[in-house]
């Protein structure tokens, strides 16, 4: 069972045991270092409660503590985590706690690559509860309707898609689902919309739902295009 599991679940598996099990539990026989670039994981499960994940969710989040921890993020977040207009940065303000809680695991993890971020957010800067602590401050600042849209192109079509084939996950009015880890869509920056979907769609953001991810892959740049615009105007 052991050497089913990847060098990097293994890695994430090791960072846990300190928690409730014990090295010797887990690790016997397993001697090898792990090599430093772990291949893809063929049996990658999406959302896996386990790791530090999992203790962030668990922790009660404190908003003020998260004020503080926020400080280091808003050079490149702005001023209430309302993101640049060009989607460079993206918002966080208004984002659920629980997205916010797997998205900086899963950075961690390396299943989404941002290196530019990673620095401010890595393991020795951010404990599972300043992470707690800043998505739940994160998830209660206001996200007014100023953010960055699209040209205006194609939104019917768009608009017809989205509902057909997005509203159930990311709701009627991209509010999104903070109990499923769905992402609201709503009042986020048009371009940082698109790179997203691009990069889900092509597989380079490695941590997407495998259901979205069927639902994006038959679908062109232009129509990405217009449903980003379409989502950033909900
Ligand atoms: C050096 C710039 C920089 C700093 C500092 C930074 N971030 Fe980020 N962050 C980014 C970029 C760029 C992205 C978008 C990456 C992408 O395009 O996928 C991002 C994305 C995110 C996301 C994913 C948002 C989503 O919608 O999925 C979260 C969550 C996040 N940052 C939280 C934080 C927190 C919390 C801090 C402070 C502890 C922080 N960031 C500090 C640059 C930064
Ligand atoms: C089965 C549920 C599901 C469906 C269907 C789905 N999504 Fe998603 N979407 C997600 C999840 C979950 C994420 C966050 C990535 C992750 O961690 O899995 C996401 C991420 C995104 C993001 C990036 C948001 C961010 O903050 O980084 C965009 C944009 C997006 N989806 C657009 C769409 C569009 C457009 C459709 C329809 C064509 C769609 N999604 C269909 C679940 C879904």
């Keep these: 069972m ?30 090898a270092p792990t090599p430093a670039a772990a291949p893809e994981e063929p049996e990658y ?38 993101g640049r207009l060009d989607g460079s940065y993206p918002r966080l ?11 900086l695991t899963d950075v961690r993890a390396g299943r989404r690559v941002n290196p530019r971020m990673l620095p401010f957010a890595d393991r020795h800067v951010l404990s599972p509860q300043d992470i707690a602590d800043v998505a739940l401050y994160l998830s209660k600042l206001p996200s007014p309707p100023d953010n960055g849209r699209g040209p205006g192109v194609g939104l019917d079509a768009a608009a017809r898609t989205y509902q057909d084939k997005c509203t159930r996950c990311h709701g009627d009015k991209g509010e999104g689902d903070a109990s499923l880890f769905y992402p609201r869509v709503s009042h986020q920056h048009y371009r940082y919309l698109l790179r997203e979907m691009v990069e889900i769609r092509d597989g380079v953001r490695r941590n ?27």
């Design 93 to 103: 303000a208004g984002q659920h706690d629980t997205v916010l809680i797997k998205q």
């Design 208 to 234: 997407a739902n495998p259901r979205m991810v069927e639902v994006v892959k038959p679908l062109t740049d232009a129509e990405l295009d217009a449903l980003a615009d379409y989502m950033s105007r909900l």
């Design 2 to 31: 052991m050497r089913a599991l990847s060098a990097a679940r293994l890695r994430r598996r090791a960072a846990t045991v300190g928690l409730a099990l014990g090295l010797a539990l887990v690790l016997p026989g397993c001697s």
């Design 45 to 82: 499960t999406w959302n896996q409660m386990q790791g530090e994940k999992l203790i962030a969710l668990r922790a009660h989040g404190d908003v003020t503590r998260g004020a503080i921890a926020f400080e280091v993020c808003q050079g490149c977040h702005r001023a209430g985590a309302l």
